[in-house]
C-alpha cells in the first residue's frame, strides 16, 4: 500500500514527532510512505534523517484560492504518477487540498484532526468534511467537533502514542539533575513543550514566583521555545517577568531541548498548564517516563491524566489553583511516587506505539477497501 502524507508545517512540534514517529515504526512490508510538504526545516531535516525523500508541496490558508488549486494540480501528478493508495492529511491546512485531489484520482483519504476547536474558530474541517473517507482524531475531545455532523460516523479516536524504549522509568535522572547542579533531594518542577498562545507558560511561571515568594526551596524549569516568529515577544516576556521577581537563578530557562526523556526524568513534577492541548505528546512521554504530573483539567488532558490517580488535575487559567497544586506534590513526596508509577503502568496500557500503530494500520485498510 503506497501512503502520500500531507503536512504543512515546517518546522518540529506535537504534531510533527507524531509523524515522524509513525514513519519510524510502520511495517515497509505493508506501507511505503511518501511525504509531501515544505522541503526546509527543522522537520524537513529531520525526515532526511530518516530516509525519508521529501516532495515538495506548498500549503497556505484556504482563502489562497490560486495556491490551493496549484497544491491540488501538485498533488494529483503525484498520486497518479506514483500509484498512490492513500492520502493521509496530517493538518488543517492540508485536508481540503487532500480531500479534493482525492476525489479527482477516486482514492481514499484519511484526515488527521489533532486539534481543538479555539472559541470564535469557523470549523472548517466540520464543514469540508464529505471531503474525507476517515477522519481519524487524537481524542474524544476533538472528535465532539464532529458530533452532529454526518462526519461523525466515519469519525474515530486514536490516542496518541509514545516510544516507551525511549521514554521509560529506567531512563537515569542523574544526567540531567548533574547538569542543572541539583542534589538529590532537591524538588525539580519543570514545563515542557511550545511556548505559544494558550500553552500556559505565563501561568507557570506565575505560580513558580508565588511559590518561590512563599518561600519554596525547589527549582522551575522553563523548557521549550517560540518555533513561530509571533510567539518571540512571548519569550521575551516570560524573561522580563521573571528578572523583575529577581528569581534567575530559581527559574530557569533552558530553550528547546532534544533530551525530552532526559529532561522528565530528571524533574520531580511536570507541569501541564496548556488551556485547550488535544492529546499532549508531553504528558504521554511524562507518564511513560513515570513523573508526577500537575495538569488543567481541559481539552484531551483528562483522557490521559486521570484526577488523583495520574496526576492532579486544575482548571486552565486559574494561577492561585495551579499554584496549590503543585504545592501539594512538593510536600507529598509519597503522593508523587504513587502518581509516576500509576502513569507509567497507564503508559505501557494505552499508549505504546505498537498499539498505535496497529490501529492506524486497521483504519488504512478499512479505507482503501471502502
Known sequence: MKILYLHHESEISGAERSLRLLFRHLDRSRVAPWFGGAPDGSFAQALRSD???????AFGRLRNLPLLMRTVRRIVKLVRTHRIDLLHANGPQTNVAAGVAGVLCRIPVLWHVRAPLYEGMWDVDRFFSGLATRIVCNSDAVRERFRGSRAWDKSLTVLNAVDLREFNPEVPR?????????????????????????????????????????????????????????????????????????????????????????????????????????????????????????????????????????????????????????????????????????????????????????????????????
Open 51 to 57: 530516509g525519508m525523500v521529501i516532495q515538495p508541496i
Open 174 to 370: 542523574e544526567p540531567f539533575r548533574r547538569e542543572q547542579r541539583l542534589a538529590q533531594d532537591d524538588v525539580a518542577i519543570g514545563i515542557v513543550g511550545r511556548i505559544g498562545y494558550k500553552k500556559g507558560y505565563e501561568e507557570f511561571v506565575g505560580a513558580a514566583i508565588r511559590l518561590l515568594r512563599a518561600g519554596s526551596r525547589a527549582t522551575f524549569f522553563v523548557v521549550g521555545d517560540a518555533i513561530f516568529p509571533s510567539d518571540a515577544w512571548r519569550v521575551e516576556a516570560l524573561h522580563r517577568q521573571v528578572k523583575d521577581a529577581g528569581m534567575d537563578d530559581r527559574i530557569r530557562f533552558l530553550g528547546y531541548r532534544k533530551d525530552v526523556a532526559s529532561v522528565l526524568r530528571g524533574l520531580d513534577v511536570l507541569v501541564h498548564a496548556s488551556e485547550q492541548d488535544a492529546c499532549s505528546r508531553v504528558l504521554c512521554e511524562a507518564l511513560a517516563s513515570g513523573t508526577a504530573i500537575v495538569a488543567t483539567k481541559s481539552g484531551g488532558t483528562p483522557e490521559l491524566v486521570r484526577d488523583g490517580r495520574e496526576g492532579i488535575l486544575v482548571p486552565p487559567g486559574d494561577v492561585p489553583t495551579l499554584t496549590g497544586g503543585i504545592e501539594r506534590l512538593i510536600g507529598d513526596p509519597t503522593l508523587c511516587v504513587q502518581f509516576r508509577s500509576a502513569g507509567a503502568a497507564r503508559a505501557r496500557e494505552h499508549f505504546g506505539i505498537g498499539r498505535y500503530v496497529n490501529d492506524m494500520m486497521a483504519i488504512y485498510e478499512a479505507a482503501v477497501r471502502s
